[in-house]
């Protein structure tokens, strides 16, 4: 039984790594919480006509289908950077509801 116990558990953190590694090569979550406060809060804050969105609004994968399938206004990232949008996927995915270090952006 303690020799399965190895192999599963190293699966299971080889599995976490690379879904990790998946979310937005390249994107600098620091850089994504600065670009996220700055670009999208203006519009999606408590009480705003496009409603409230946070880190913790999604789970990690449904942060990488919003951002696989460009799921948003495309006026709205219009002026955005491919890598700026890498950034704030990063930052998205890394503190989702799912994620070890869940966060609001407050």
Known sequence: MKMLIKPVLFLTLAAFIATAAIAAEGGNPRKG???FKKT???CHSSGD???EFTPMSKI???WDR???KKDHDEKAWKDISEQDLKDI???LFDHAADSPQPQ???
């Open 60 to 62: 990690q994968s449904q």
């Open 49 to 51: 006509e496009a409603g």
């Open 104 to 106: 609001t952006c407050g």
């Open 89 to 91: 996927q990063q930052f």
């Open 66 to 68: 919003f951002f696989d």
């Open 40 to 42: 999208c809060k203006t």
């Open 33 to 35: 919480k600065h670009l």
